[in-house]
Nanobody, 124 residues
Framework: QVQLVESGGGLVQAGDSLRLSCTAS????????MGWFRQAPGQEREFIGR????????YYADSVKGRFTISRVNAKKTVFLQMNSLKPEDTAVYYC?????????????????WGQGTQVTVSS
């Protein structure tokens, strides 16, 4: 079993930056690929990006490419989502997820474990 806890959400203004953290406990973190998703009210949960076991491969959705960066520190069992140039349309609950595949996936069903989510609100 893996437990994931996100932190770092909050209320910011458009153009600001925010860094989310997701810390894992349980199974060996270095053998988990990690994904970030978000869900706005009334919308489907949306893929944002993913990172592989070793942290040298990342992939991003077009909507955040160039603004968001995912990184991880395996020794701290933590993955980060650095969000720059935030826009009001980035407002959502942000979730991290963990899976067993080496490089991760863009699909929700590929992840076995999910955090509880953290709210990010971007005002205009």
């Amino acid at each position: 079993q893996v437990q994931l806890v996100e932190s770092g959400g909050g209320l910011v203004q458009a153009g600001d930056s925010l860094r989310l953290s997701c810390t894992a406990s349980g199974r060996t973190f270095s053998s988990l690929s990690m994904g970030w998703f978000r869900q706005a009210p009334g919308q489907e949960r949306e893929f944002i990006g993913r990172i592989n076991w070793t942290g040298d491969l990342t992939y991003y959705a077009d909507s955040v490419k160039g603004r968001f960066t995912i990184s991880r520190v395996n020794a701290k069992k933590t993955v980060f989502l650095q969000m720059n140039s935030l826009k009001p349309e980035d407002t959502a609950v942000y979730y991290c997820a963990a899976g067993s595949s080496y490089s991760g996936s863009n699909y929700r069903g590929a992840y076995d474990y999910w955090g509880q989510g953290t709210q990010v609100t971007v005002s205009s």
